[in-house]
């Protein structure tokens, strides 16, 4: 009797640990999708992303396979992929991501499965996933990719048209419906303590699913940064602190980091180039930093102002985009980059987004002692015009230079610390790209 009374007990702790083993595992899934959420959120100045609930029903749906483009009130997404199929998703997002995309986007969601897009509907509020294996076969040929496998189906709801991307960008959390409050960038219930931590994320079904879900990294945050960008940005403005003395420069302002900006270069994004933003190519080869400094000092002079201002319209004015007085943001990425000028081979490693100036405007100004003709909300900081609010703590430690963003960390724990998992572009490169 007492072997049997063992056994049981044996096999009572290993059914317990097992039923235990696949709750937490669920419930860890529902946490890293909300957490790719909260951080494409960010990154990409989505206003409206809310926080997904487990369903246990569309679970059983999942299962089932139960939710197609015909279904009005939902919207399947294909996870854990193969390689092949990460990289389409991975181009799949990076293609959508300028704003100026969003109507084709919306149109598309009526004609395919956004692989890459579906789980970050801003939109949906449930989710219910399973472990199923689906296979998509590409004419290699043609599509430039070959057969797509994932192992896990899900279902989200309630939106089923893409119609939530059709909002203008802003902070994150900042456009939640009525009876939703911000959850550090995620729009959540404000009947649920907001943590994202025990409970399933306000699960709307008392009993539990029995299908495991099999956690498999997905690319969806696997961009590269900057290594340490406190450093790289500090760098920039010493820069431009030691130009603006050397040569009398009275507006030029200290760049604060955006996030978002950097985003824009991992994404590609260079929809608002001469619009509302400028583009710098740096760390270069020794052609490049040639380059560069005979742009600088070619443009030195007075009386050659309104030429630099004109050229700069229909160029990238390698150098001097650096020290464009009245840039007061920016945000870079390694983003590998040749060309041939004037029959030298320029190669670069990182790329840069200054904002909010499009044009050369404002090198038109006299010169004066620098930090002497500030713009409202700004005051001289030993040669730069600084903004007058505090400098912000970043979870680093340091501060980011008064960090726009409340995202902003040290680059070299911005990964790991937020998700320990990859983006698709969320966001590749972006080794080509996230």
């Known amino acids: 009797m007492k072997p049997v009374v063992v056994l049981l007990g044996i096999f009572l702790i290993s059914f317990f640990s097992v039923c235990i083993a696949k709750q937490l595992n669920k419930e860890e899934y529902l946490k890293t999708i909300n957490e790719e959420r909260r951080f494409f959120a960010k990154k990409a100045e989505i206003p409206n992303m809310y926080k997904l609930e487990w369903d246990d029903f569309l679970a059983t749906r999942a299962e089932r396979r139960d939710c197609d483009l015909k279904y009005p009130s939902c919207r399947k997404a294909l996870r854990d992929g193969n390689a092949e199929a990460e990289r389409h998703a991975q181009s799949q997002l990076k293609s959508y991501f300028p704003y100026e995309k969003r109507s084709e986007l919306i149109g598309d969601y009526g004609k395919y499965f956004m692989n890459g897009n579906e789980e970050l509907t801003p939109g949906e509020k449930k989710i219910g996933c399973a472990s199923v294996t689906t296979e998509q076969n590409k004419d290699k040929s043609v599509t430039g990719y070959g057969m797509f496998q994932f192992q896990t189906f899900c279902i989200l709801e309630p939106e089923g048209n893409g119609e939530s991307w ?5 902070k994150a959390g900042s456009k939640c419906a009525e009876g939703y409050e911000n959850d550090d960038g995620l729009c959540a219930k404000k009947s649920e303590e907001s943590s994202g931590r025990g409970a399933m994320e306000s699960s709307q079904n008392d009993t539990k699913s029995a299908t495991p879900i099999h956690h498999v990294s997905s690319a969806k945050s696997g961009k590269n940064s900057i290594s340490n960008k406190e450093e790289y940005l500090k760098s920039i403005n010493d820069l431009r602190r030691a130009y603006a003395k050397k040569s009398q420069i009275p507006n030029m302002h200290k760049l604060v980091w955006d996030d978002f900006k950097e985003t824009q270069v991992q ?9 509302t933003m400028r583009v710098s190519r740096r760390d270069g080869n020794d052609n490049d930093q040639d380059h560069r400094n005979k742009m600088v000092d070619d443009y030195w002079a007075d009386n050659t102002r309104e030429a630099m201002i004109q050229q700069s319209v ?14 007061k943001r920016i945000g870079c990425a390694p983003y590998n980059y040749s060309a041939m000028i004037s029959g030298k081979n320029i190669i670069t490693k990182t790329m840069c987004f200054l904002a909010p100036e499009g044009s050369f405007s404002s090198w038109n100004m006299p010169r004066g002692v620098a930090g002497s003709n500030c713009t409202e909300g700004y005051e001289n900081d030993d040669g730069l015009c600084t903004p007058i609010k505090k400098s912000e703590k970043v979870s680093g430690g340091g501060s980011l230079e008064n960090s726009q963003n409340g995202t902003a960390t040290s680059s070299s724990g911005l990964n790991e610390k937020t998700f320990g998992i990859s983006l698709i572009f969320l966001l590749f490169v972006i080794h080509t790209m996230f």
């Open 166 to 170: 059709n909002m203008p960008r802003g």
């Open 267 to 275: 994404m590609k994004d260079f929809s608002e180039d001469g619009k």
């Open 314 to 327: 229909n160029h990238h004015m390698a150098g001097l985009e650096d020290l464009t007085p009245h840039q």
